[in-house]
């Protein structure tokens, strides 16, 4: 059983241009959403993260954009470069069964390629 | 500062034998997991630890084993390496359990089983 389902697999986007990553989500008791970014031969690192009490969160040319009624929430990265391709990963917790290392469900995640 | 280190880098198994993943932290964090990545699947959580001397298992544990006996140390036991098992593996670690604590991934083990 998938908790966290993310689209598209793979994304090819213009340099300048908007990349949108979605992710949906089934526990309604998932109360933390983190995006990771991994790099080739890298672990994952964490981009950015959102909480369901905000609609919206934007960290420089990444933002995270929250509906907690359809259980969505999508990554949209502005002006993207091709330094942003990469895999992108949605994940999800709750606040006692682990947000951080102990307990992260993933999404499948995004290749996506930035092309110059 | 290191943060979260893993060794080896690269190995390769015959079915059957067995090895230990090792990964290791300096952040002093509490929270230590194992994650194994394989294509299209994301990253599935095998076992977590809570602290030294508690462990638990998380979504895929057969076939693995954890110990923590230090903070710093958290090895992934393999009993009998199957071709499933083919993976790369991640050790992450965090301050704190929940939400709105971010995991720090060491750079993973790439583990062939042949």
């Known amino acids: 059983q998938q908790q966290v389902k993310q689209s598209p697999q793979s994304l090819i986007v213009q340099k300048g241009g908007i990349s949108i990553i979605n992710c949906a989500y089934e526990n309604t008791a998932f109360d933390y959403f983190p995006w990771y970014q991994q790099f080739p031969g890298k672990g994952p690192a964490l981009l950015i993260a959102i909480r369901p009490d905000v609609s919206e969160k934007k960290e420089g040319r990444f933002t995270i954009s929250f509906n907690k009624s359809a259980k969505q929430f999508s990554l949209h990265i502005m002006d993207s470069q091709p330094g942003d391709s990469a895999t992108y990963f949605c994940a999800a917790s709750t606040m006692y069964s682990g947000g951080g290392a102990d307990g992260l469900t993933f999404g499948k995640g995004t290749h996506l390629i930035i092309q110059p | 500062n290191a943060g979260v280190t893993q060794t080896p880098k690269f190995q390769v198994l015959k079915t059957g034998q067995s090895m230990t993943l090792q990964c290791a932290q300096d952040m002093n964090h509490e929270y230590m997991s194992w994650y194994r990545q394989d294509p299209g699947m994301g990253l599935r959580l095998i076992h977590y630890?809570?602290?030294?001397?508690?462990?638990d298992q998380g979504e895929v544990p057969n076939g693995y084993n954890v110990s923590r006996s230090t903070t710093e140390d958290f090895p992934l036991r393999l009993l009998s390496a199957a071709p499933s098992q083919t993976s790369v593996y991640f050790c992450a670690s965090s301050a704190y359990q929940g939400g709105g604590t971010e995991a720090f991934f060491g750079q993973g083990t790439r583990l062939t089983v042949v």
């Open positions: 630890s809570v602290g030294a001397g508690i462990t």
